[in-house]
Nanobody
Framework: QLQLVESGGGLVQPGGSLRLSCAAS????????IGWFRQAPGKGREGVSC????????AYAASVKGRFTISRDLAQNTVYLQMNSLKPEDTAIYFC?????????????????????WGQGTQITVSS
């Protein structure tokens, strides 16, 4: 059974940092692209970042580029999202998600429809 469990959310002041974790089980991480998405109240789900199945390709939304960094640890079967210089507009529920890719795929796309499995979400609130 494929499962994703998020952790690391919470309350932070503007300019602060948080590190989200997405722990995967039931599948081999290097055969899946992992994406981070977020949803603010009253808004649709927005792609934030993703990492390819082989770990060599990443993508970021323009709104977070230069502030957020996605990475993974195969030994822990976990994907991370380091969020720096946080802004109030980053406030949202953050989800991680996975989709199966062919071996050797070195790129990813933030297309929600492609992601088949989702975590439960974790709340990020950026406020002073």
């Amino acid at each position: 059974q494929l499962q994703l469990v998020e952790s690391g959310g919470g309350l932070v002041q503007p300019g602060g940092s948080l590190r989200l974790s997405c722990a995967a089980s039931g599948f081999t991480l290097n055969n899946y692209a992992i994406g981070w998405f977020r949803q603010a109240p009253g808004k649709g789900r927005e792609g934030v970042s993703c990492i390819s199945g082989n770990g060599l390709g990443t993508a970021y939304a323009a709104s977070v580029k230069g502030r957020f960094t996605i990475s993974r640890d195969l030994a822990q079967n976990t994907v991370y999202l380091q969020m720096n210089s946080l802004k109030p507009e980053d406030t949202a529920i953050y989800f991680c998600a996975a989709f199966r890719t062919l071996p050797g795929i070195s790129s990813c796309r933030l297309m929600e429809v492609n992601y088949n499995s989702w975590g439960q979400g974790t709340q990020i609130t950026v406020s002073s």
